[in-house]
């Protein structure tokens, strides 16, 4: 069983920066394919980014150019970089993680989730 820490959350103004962390229980660079996922009351869970177990990387196109995912296997942590934070990127903030090497699968594990409120 898996588990991931969610942290780094918080209340930003428009235009600044956050940076999101997911620890995970165990090694799971070499593994699994680990997501960040955003949700709105009212609304679906959606996927913001994703990191393969190679690396590669796949963003949502409202967060193109703005979000960065990585990771840092020796902490056994991804991360996402959000810069230039807008009012409708306000969210809960979700990381999940599974073994299928898709971004499109559903992941097995969830983490508990921090809020991301974007407001002046």
């Known amino acids: 069983q898996v588990q991931l820490v969610e942290s780094g959350g918080g209340l930003v103004q428009p235009g600044g920066s956050l940076r999101l962390s997911c620890e995970a229980s165990?090694?799971?660079?070499?593994?699994?394919?680990v997501g960040w996922y955003r949700q709105d009351p009212g609304k679906q869970r959606e996927l913001v980014a994703c990191?393969?177990?190679?690396?590669?990387?796949t963003y949502a196109d409202s967060v193109k150019g703005r979000f960065t995912i990585s990771r840092d296997n020796a902490k056994n942590t991804v991360y996402l970089q959000m810069n230039s934070l807008k009012p409708e990127d306000t969210a809960v903030y979700y990381c999940?993680?599974?073994?299928?090497?898709?971004?499109?699968?559903?992941?097995?594990?969830w983490g508990q989730g921090t809020q991301v409120t974007v407001s002046s």
């Open positions: 990191i393969r177990k190679l690396g590669f990387t």
């Open positions: 999940g993680a599974q073994l299928s090497g898709s971004c499109y699968s559903a992941p097995t594990y």
């Open positions: 165990e090694t799971i660079s070499s593994r699994y394919t």
